[in-house]
């Protein structure tokens, strides 16, 4: 049952290296999720400034002296909150651990909107499912390999592991 389950550590240990940190030390530090470089914490912060395993940092958060690697892993879990609901609320069918886990990270990645009104739940809920745009899971599932219209290699290279996940 879907409901019964949460992301594994190998699940959670996959999205880390999915994600990427910027650290100094043992300390996560605020970096541009864009480039991935670190941000001045004394400036004004651009948009998509990120910390930890790629938490978008909110008004009102202050992460100036940066966080443990512990506190980098409570707020990933804590931000996987939503991916799982998004999985548990979408999601019809019983799903394996390994499953559960590869359609958390992308509902992660993605967006709980974007996961919700996906082909790839449509195909995971429904074995006869067909659309002529995707004409299977693996295409529609790799198919959300793009940002910003182009498509992204380091994109391309999670939704082939996802899949592969879900898969095993």
Known sequence: ?????????????????????????DMHIIYD????????????????????????IKSGENFKNGITEKQATEILRLDISTAER???DNITVPLSQNQYDALVSLAYNIGAKNFADSTVVKYVNDS???????????????????????????????RHQEFSLFNN
């Not at 409901?3 to 910027?22: C, H």
């Not at 999720?33 to 978008?56: C, F, Q, R, S």
């Open 1 to 25: 049952m879907v409901n019964t389950l949460k992301i594994s550590n190998k699940g959670i240990n996959m999205l880390k290296r999915f994600e990427g940190s910027v650290k100094i030390g």
């Open 33 to 56: 999720d864009k480039t991935g470089k670190p941000v001045n914490p004394d400036k004004e912060l651009p948009n998509g400034a990120t910390i930890g395993y790629g938490h978008l």
């Open 86 to 88: 998004a999985v548990k």
């Open 128 to 158: 006869n499912y067909h659309n002529s745009k995707y004409p299977t899971l693996e295409s529609a599932w790799k198919a959300w390999n793009k940002s910003g219209g182009s498509e992204m290699p380091g994109l391309t290279n999670r």
